[in-house]
């Protein structure tokens, strides 16, 4: 059997495609529920484990190959994590929100976390790829 050492779809690009398949169910679930009420919000909260997961993975897997198996990368992909669970449950929330006709002062904490997680994830990013060899 035929094994490559470069791993392209590797575990972390699989556990994103599967949270944005969740969250494309979570949305036409409440949609269902919501008496074909729909929130923008919502209907596009897949996209934050799309493209932050699943494609800036894929890339990062094409340009460096080897990156994630590295103990220094631990906190470059806990951070990218982070921020993108957290991006996408305040999608959710607003949506959630916008549905139901209020709005809560509260939420701008998700999105601010959220993309200042991201951005420490592209410090640890830039600092990982400086310690290569």
């Given at each position: ?43 596009f909260m897949f996209l934050y ?43 959710m929330l607003k949506g959630i ?37």
């Amino acid at each position: 059997m035929f094994t490559s050492k470069r791993k392209i779809l590797d575990r972390g690009v699989w556990g994103y495609l599967a949270f944005a398949i969740g969250c494309v169910v979570v949305d036409n679930v409440y949609a269902l529920f919501g008496h074909g009420v729909r929130s923008v919000y919502m209907d596009f909260m897949f996209l934050y484990p799309l493209v932050g997961g699943v494609l800036f993975r894929l890339v990062l897997n094409v340009l460096a190959p080897g990156l994630f198996d590295s103990p220094r990368s631990t906190a470059f992909a806990n951070c990218l994590g982070a921020g993108v669970i957290l991006l996408t449950v305040g999608s959710m929330l607003k949506g959630i929100m916008a549905i139901a006709g209020t709005d809560s002062v509260l939420l701008w904490a998700y999105f601010i976390i959220g993309w200042a997680a991201l951005g420490l994830s592209l410090v640890f990013l830039i600092r990982c790829l400086m310690g290569r060899n």
